[in-house]
């Protein structure tokens, strides 16, 4: 079997005030959650190497997190032939002028496989939430917030190609590289049934963050609900 090693935290803040008839609660929690796999399964494919290769371009590796995107670092692109001769040996990649300019890990002065390492997990490891609740006379208010910390989730043709088997992606590529546009967020665009050679890379995942709200306000008037009547079960009848 495989083994994974875990730590969490968590808190929690609650408040509570009035002000004459105004009533207000407020409360927040945040938790943190960290895996790590420790020990693959020998028995399984991959398992003797320390690594298994998962089909959305992931892994379950010793000492990375699980479900972990496995791609190299990229440190910008390349502006011109001066940086592209000057950095790390790209040949293996194909790169030219325009291409993401990846991180040399292992410092052998080559990019190769053995560069790649755990560049994203699409599993939150940060959750929180907030609440905000208020009353004053026969009006109540309720907002509760959730959310998630930063994940990334790793994009099919629409991030490889810019011209994915005829699918319009052209406003995803508009900021791409060109001599006129070194600042751009994606590298150069190609032709071809090839991925890039920018890919996998950093800056082919996507950072994906959510903030989710639900604000509840109850009207209510206690004589008509019948709520705080004399005697009996009364309520909501």
Do not use: C
Not at 11 to 16: H, P, T, W
């Amino acid at each position: 079997r495989s083994t994974l090693s875990s730590s969490s935290a968590a808190s929690d803040v609650y408040k509570r005030q009035e002000f004459g008839e105004l009533k207000v609660q407020l409360g927040a929690n945040i938790s943190k959650a960290e895996n790590l796999v420790t020990d693959l399964n020998p028995g399984i494919d991959g398992g003797d190497s320390d690594r298994v290769f998962l089909g959305n371009g992931a892994i379950l590796g010793e000492g990375y997190r699980p479900g972990a995107y496995w791609g190299f670092l990229s440190d910008g692109i390349f502006n011109d032939a001066a940086e592209l001769a000057a950095a790390p040996d790209h040949s293996l990649m194909g790169s030219d002028v325009g291409d993401v300019k990846f991180i040399d890990l292992d410092g052998d002065g080559d990019i190769d496989l053995d560069d790649r390492t755990d560049i994203g997990v699409d599993v939150p490891e940060i959750t929180y939430g907030f609440n905000v609740f208020a009353s004053y006379q026969n009006f109540d208010l309720a907002a509760i917030f959730q959310g998630i910390g930063t994940t990334s989730f790793q994009g099919t043709f629409e991030l490889f190609k810019p011209d994915a088997g005829g699918y319009a992606t052209a406003n995803l590529w508009a900021d791409n590289w060109t001599p006129a546009n070194p600042n751009a967020s994606l590298p150069r665009v190609w032709a071809g049934q090839g991925a890039s050679p920018s890919a996998v890379s950093y800056t082919h995942l996507r950072a994906h963050e959510t903030l989710r709200y639900l604000v509840f306000r109850l009207l209510h008037e206690k004589k008509k609900l019948g709520v705080g009547g004399g005697g009996g079960g009364g309520g909501w009848g």
